[in-house]
């Protein structure tokens, strides 16, 4: 069992910034990447940042250069900056990890609750 846990999202105005947080724990044997994904209404799921083990990033066109993911691989907590947020990033966000389990386990998926950020005046 897997868990993870999830926070810092809010309500938050148009150019400010917010940083999520997102704790794995249980019985993970290595993690193979994390990454972040939102939910806005009406739309499908969508990948937002990613950070492999190895350090690679991928973002989404739509907040490069405004969102910084990294990882405190100590703690296997992955975090979320997002700066000069626009009303678009309005979603719920949610925490993704990828692991191994055992040595020889399969890649495997977990999801945190999901986190609510508003950007609104």
């Known amino acids: 069992q897997v868990q993870l846990v999830e926070s810092g999202g809010g309500l938050v105005q148009p150019g400010g910034s917010l940083r999520l947080s997102c704790a794995a724990s249980?019985?993970?044997?290595?993690?193979?990447?994390m990454g972040w994904y939102r939910q806005a209404p009406g739309k499908q799921r969508e990948l937002v940042a990613a950070?492999?083990?190895?350090?690679?990033?991928n973002y989404a066109d739509s907040v490069k250069g405004r969102f910084t993911i990294s990882r405190d691989n100590a703690k296997n907590t992955a975090y979320l900056q997002m700066n000069s947020l626009k009303p678009e990033d309005t979603a719920v966000y949610y925490c993704?990890?990828?692991?191994?389990?055992?040595?020889?386990?399969?890649?495997?998926?977990?999801w945190g609750q999901g986190t609510q950020v508003t950007v609104s005046s």
């Open positions: 993704n990890a990828r692991v191994w389990v055992a040595q020889t386990s399969p890649l495997l998926d977990y």
């Open positions: 249980g019985s993970i044997f290595s993690i193979n990447a």
């Open positions: 950070l492999t083990s190895g350090g690679r990033t």
